[in-house]
């Protein structure tokens, strides 16, 4: 089974808003309310910024927002700063024989 | 506060067993449900889940790497190990291991993540 598919690359200047897509299939994405993103800056660990499809940890501004229609997830960043480049992965499960899916990333750059 | 770390040999020979240990601080393996997960990084890729292991010692592995792998806890409460057999220059990557708030993923706490290099 392939990965969730995001775009490899994004870019957005300061201010601005950005919606990053994760595309899955029937058998995760679409079917589990469970789908989570996760945002990586440059050379350290994944951070969880959204889980459940729409729910925020403490701690994760409420600049990022995200939903789910049919088989595809979106993260949205709102008023871009320097500080929200890295990459974002989405993950999704996928049922008991598969288990966790990850997208293949998307770089965000903050021009 | 809840941190993870990970350790272990970062050279291993084609063919050899792999062999990671998380160490949990700030909370014990077993006391609470949660789903102690590995997660690699191949160089340039994406994030790919191997597998977990629960509080109460259920695994469930990912297909690709089903017949090579095992994750136990250690009766310490503080650790749990990831074992992957007969490795491939596939197989090198930075390894994670995380914390599974759920068995679908929701992984809110990482380790920094120990990268291990396959090479004779």
């Known amino acids: 089974q392939s990965a969730l598919t995001q775009p490899a690359s994004l870019s957005g200047s300061p201010g601005q808003s950005i919606t990053i897509s994760c595309t899955g299939s029937?058998?995760?994405?679409?079917?589990?309310?469970?789908v989570s993103w996760y945002q990586q800056p440059p050379g350290q660990a994944p951070k969880l910024i959204i889980f459940?499809?729409?729910q925020r940890p403490s701690g994760t501004s409420n600049r990022f927002s995200a939903s789910k229609s049919g088989n595809t997830a979106s993260l949205t960043i709102s008023g871009l700063r320097a500080e929200d480049e890295a990459e974002y992965f989405c993950c999704s499960y996928a049922g008991s024989v598969v288990g966790v899916m990850f997208g293949g990333g998307t770089r965000l750059t903050v021009l | 506060q809840v941190e993870l770390q990970e350790s272990g040999p970062r050279l291993v020979r084609p063919s050899q067993t792999l062999s990671l240990t998380c160490t949990v601080s700030?909370?014990?393996?077993?006391?609470?449900?949660?789903?102690w997960s590995w997660i690699r990084q191949r160089p340039g890729k994406g994030l790919e889940w191997l597998g977990y292991i629960s509080s109460s010692g259920s695994t469930n592995y990912h297909p690709s790497v089903k017949s090579r792998i095992g994750i136990s806890l250690d009766m310490s409460g503080t650790q749990f190990s990831l074992t992957l057999t007969s490795v491939t220059a596939a197989d090198a990557a930075l390894y994670y291991c995380a914390r599974g708030a759920t068995f679908a993923g929701q992984f809110d706490f990482w380790g920094q993540g120990a990268l291990v290099s396959v090479s004779s």
């Open positions: 700030g909370g014990s393996v077993n006391s609470v449900v949660y789903y």
């Open positions: 459940e499809v729409n």
């Open positions: 029937s058998g995760d994405v679409g079917k589990y309310n469970l």
